[in-house]
């Protein structure tokens, strides 16, 4: 029998605070490093900014014999293999994760800035756990405490929800952020 992945989304009801970046960096944490078996799910029509990131990279393959290399290189010492980047409808983002092909330990999606589009509400609800970023800027912080605070309502009011917890973190703080 098929284990149930763990469903993980990253959302924000603002663009440009770092889900795309933070899931592509995570996806490759828990891939590569961790050995876990990991897939990436991009609903942000119309960016499409992580499956146009794979885009990029099967292109640097094409072009450069230092990558194809590598390439081979990971192909031939049972490195744990690139994980696949799909492209859904934010509607259809949990149900996709049970067409992907293959056993997954943890599915991340890339859901788009805007909650009140039509599907990432329902979307966001069948997620495992909510990951949303935060910068340092006014409207960010009450866009996404507002965010927060609905999801949380949601929560407390449907148990049976797969939806366990929402957490805010801080992304691209550095040390002139005091
Ligand atoms: N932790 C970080 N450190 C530095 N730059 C970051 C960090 N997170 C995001 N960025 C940059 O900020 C911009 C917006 O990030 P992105 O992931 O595309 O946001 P979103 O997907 O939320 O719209 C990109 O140029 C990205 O490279
Ligand atoms: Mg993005």
């Given at each position: 029998m098929n284990k149930r992945p763990i469903l993980v989304a990253f959302s924000n009801?603002?663009?440009?605070?770092g889900k795309s970046t933070v899931t592509a960096v995570l996806a490759s944490y828990f891939n590569y490093v961790k050995g876990l078996k990991v897939a990436v799910v991009d609903c942000?029509?119309?960016?499409f900014s992580l499956e146009k990131l794979r885009g990029r990279d099967l292109k640097n393959l094409e072009k450069s014999e230092y990558h194809q290399r590598l390439f081979c290189r990971q192909f031939e010492d049972g490195s744990r293999k690139a994980y696949p980047i799909v492209t859904s409808t934010p509607e259809a983002a949990a149900e996709i994760s049970g067409k992907l092909e293959g056993d997954y330990d943890l599915i991340f999606f890339d859901l788009?800035?805007?909650?009140?589009?039509?599907g990432v509400f329902e979307s966001v609800m069948n997620m495992d756990f909510i990951f949303t970023p935060i910068v340092k800027d006014r409207m960010v912080m009450q866009s996404s405490l507002s965010f927060v605070s609905t999801v949380q309502d949601f929560i407390g009011q449907h148990p049976e929800a797969p939806l366990k917890d929402i957490r805010l973190f801080w992304n691209r703080m550095d040390s002139r952020t005091s």
């Open positions: 009801q603002k663009g440009g605070v942000d029509y119309p960016q788009p800035g805007t909650v009140n589009s039509r």
